[in-house]
């Protein structure tokens, strides 16, 4: 059985529907037939905070393997059948989601919904399979990470400003972690997390509900569930002191990364945040860009943004320097802003456009379809509701120049941020 769990009217133009079946499988569906083309993607809620110590890496590493082998496929003829019908293919893993998307010219819809519910029940996994792919995330490790001044700059943030919560670890994983991953790890991970209680299919485009409907509980509908463990995950102390990292890495010049710890994407004050950043550091004539780029000249690059997690996470600068320029000015720079910000309303001027760019921003990240099934699934996934991207603007809307003030107060401490210091290897 399937059954109908709430709908919403986006635009006067859009229904977006949420089924669910017996088996516990959600399933979202937006009809959008402004051209001939879907998109199906299938967001599973488990990522690396779901990992423990000692198989760190392993949601990652999952996710190449299901690309292998099952029951009915080949290893690559998943890939080839897609293909072949115009189809594009990807997978991604962060902290808190997995996802696998497709998008195909409508008339290839039917192909899906049995792919994706045979890798769902049956995949097979040799020592071989597993052995050929670790290899692959290693040779990925060590070019994004470990050979990165970027990568391994982001790794010692997270591992430095998080001591309990497992966003304490990579995503990719700790390469001691990924070369001793078992078999058994990995099956016991997909009988666990891959199943469909623990998972929510996304469809946008061009398709009819009642076809969608149909055939995904023709494929899906007797998968077992499974026991999902509690994540019973461990609070994160608060942050008391300064904490600060200095690294010797291959690079021309001087960079640094600040991160602030900050509630996750459900809490109240993300909005008012997200219009902090926007003044801070959103385009030519934000504050800090205006400084540090490009009056003073100081940083060829600057940037942050505040994480969107399921916990509370990080929000983050990241500051590249010009040659021969010190980031102790930028850094003292940014201190003098944010006791600005602290201390002083933004300007009216200063919010309305920062409200406007981030609306402007919101709105083009939702125009193709495989871009409407990602925000769906995104928040889907969480923020528990799929109907909170819709309420991300009439939020952001209501944000006040007082309401700025306080998170800048509340989350921009010194106490509260980490900064990770990089200087050009010397000889």
Request: proline content about 4%; hydrophobic content about 35%; aromatic content about 10%.
């Amino acid at each position: 059985m399937i059954q109908k769990v709430d709908e919403y009217v986006f635009n006067k133009n859009f229904l977006v529907e949420k089924y669910k079946l017996d088996n516990g499988l959600k399933v979202i569906v937006m009809e959008d037939h402004s051209a001939p083309v879907f998109a199906y993607h299938t967001w599973f809620h488990v990522g690396s905070r779901n990992e423990k110590k000692g198989t760190t890496g392993i949601a990652h590493l999952f996710e190449h393997l299901m690309f292998k082998e099952t029951k009915n496929t080949k290893e690559g003829e998943f890939d080839r059948i897609l293909e072949e019908q115009g189809g594009k293919i990807n997978a991604a893993t962060y902290v808190d989601w997995t996802f696998y998307r497709e998008s195909l010219p409508k008339e290839g819809f039917h192909l899906i919904p049995s792919l994706e519910a045979d890798r769902m029940q049956h995949m097979i996994l040799s020592q071989e399979q597993l052995d050929s792919e670790r290899e692959v995330v290693v040779n990925e490790r060590l070019m994004r990470v470990d050979n990165s001044p970027q990568g391994s700059m982001y790794e010692s943030l997270y591992s430095t400003a998080f001591t309990h919560h497992p966003y304490h670890w990579p995503v990719i994983g700790w390469m001691e972690d990924i070369k001793n991953i078992s078999r058994d790890d990995c099956l016991n991970f997909y009988k666990t997390y891959y199943a469909p209680n623990n998972a929510t299919i996304v469809v946008v485009g061009d398709v009819e509900t009642k076809d969608v409907l149909e055939k995904i509980e023709k494929a899906y509908g007797k998968i077992p569930s499974s026991t999902i463990p509690q994540a019973n995950m461990p609070t994160e102390s608060t942050q008391t002191s300064e904490r600060i990292v200095e690294l010797q890495k291959e690079i021309s010049s001087e960079k640094f990364l600040m991160g602030f710890h900050t509630p996750n994407a459900n809490h109240a004050d993300y909005p008012a945040l997200e219009i902090a950043h926007c003044i801070l550091f959103d385009g030519k004539s934000s504050r800090l860009q205006k400084i540090l780029v490009n009056e003073k000249e100081l940083a060829t690059q600057s940037g942050g943004w505040a994480n969107q997690t399921m916990d509370p996470g990080l929000y983050i600068m990241d500051v590249t320097m010009n040659p021969g320029k010190k980031m102790d000015e930028a850094i003292l720079i940014i201190d003098q802003e944010l006791n600005r910000i602290q201390e002083h309303l933004v300007t009216d001027e200063e919010l309305e456009k920062a409200k406007n760019r981030i609306e402007t921003s919101f709105w083009s990240h939702f125009r193709t379809v495989d871009d409407k099934a990602e925000l769906l699934g995104f928040h889907e996934t969480v923020s528990h509701d799929y109907k909170k991207f819709f309420q991300e603007i009439p939020s952001l809307m209501k944000i006040t120049a007082q309401d700025v003030q306080r998170v800048a107060k509340a989350y921009f401490q010194k106490s509260n941020r980490t900064i990770i210091k990089a200087f050009p290897k010397t000889a």
